[in-house]
């Protein structure tokens, strides 16, 4: 079955860098990959959705990118603030007759000022 | 623009005690509708997802059962509940299009 990787490990990123966030899959490409953001106690919320035949995707200071061939999406937040310190989930959707999207167990990303 | 509700945000409850989750969602109609779990740093299990009224998926064997007795309203419960069912449930709506999915706040359940 499909499996999805996600750094277990905390990413500290000092502020004003480059913070780069990894997904990665294990059987056959999705149909598309989607990125969520999610605070402490909360739910999550939706950032950005790449499909299988997108290389890349661009918001404000947020790009995703997606390469089927190593099975791999990066999520990159350009510009770090202390603001986007969160844990961040990546969501596969094989598109087929089961509505379930496979999620990561999410990232915890820390930005210091 | 679309809401969703969720309540009660946190609730303890004895084991054995029954259960009942309420989810509703303002300003769409017809969407699909789902129950994750959520433990301490793990990703989201889905529960239950529902594509219209009446109609209920189940994807894990457990002690909860899920209902839609209108189109925008999602109920999740158990009649006794146990320690295992602790933790943090969400319920989220998408579209027919099913691309995004949008979650309501939560509800931090304990059972002691």
């Known amino acids: 079955s499909q499996k999805i990787e996600q750094n277990s490990e905390a990413l500290n990123i000092q502020e004003g860098k480059t913070a780069t966030l990894t997904c990665n899959y294990t059987?056959?490409?999705?149909?598309?990959l989607q990125w969520y953001r999610q605070d402490p106690g909360r739910g999550p919320v939706f950032l950005l959705l790449?499909?299988?035949n997108e290389k890349e995707k661009r918001k404000e200071r947020l790009k995703v990118t997606f390469d089927t061939t190593l099975k791999q999406s990066l999520f990159h937040i350009t510009a770090s603030q202390p603001a986007d310190s969160a844990t961040y989930l990546c969501?596969?959707?094989?598109?087929?007759?089961?509505?379930?999207?496979?999620w990561g167990a999410g990232t915890k990303l820390i930005i210091k000022p | 623009s679309q809401t969703i509700h969720q309540w009660p945000a946190t609730l303890v409850q004895p084991v054995g005690s029954p259960l009942s989750l309420e989810c509703t969602v303002e300003?769409?109609?017809?969407?699909?509708l789902y129950w994750y779990r959520q433990a301490a740093g793990r990703g989201l299990q889905l529960l239950f997802y529902?594509?219209?009224?009446?109609?209920i998926s189940s994807e894990v064997p457990q002690n909860l059962s899920a209902s839609r007795p209108q189109d925008r309203q999602f109920i999740l419960s158990s009649k006794k509940l146990l320690l295992s069912d602790s933790g943090f449930y969400l319920c989220?709506?998408?579209?027919?299009?099913?691309?995004?999915?949008?979650f309501g706040p939560g509800t931090r359940l304990l059972v002691l």
């Open positions: 790449i499909r299988e």
């Open positions: 989220a709506w998408s579209g027919r299009a099913r691309e995004t999915q949008y």
């Open positions: 300003g769409t109609s017809n969407p699909n």
């Open positions: 529902s594509v219209g009224i009446g109609q």
């Open positions: 969501a596969l959707d094989m598109m087929d007759s089961n509505y379930q999207l496979i």
């Open positions: 059987n056959y490409s999705p149909a598309y």
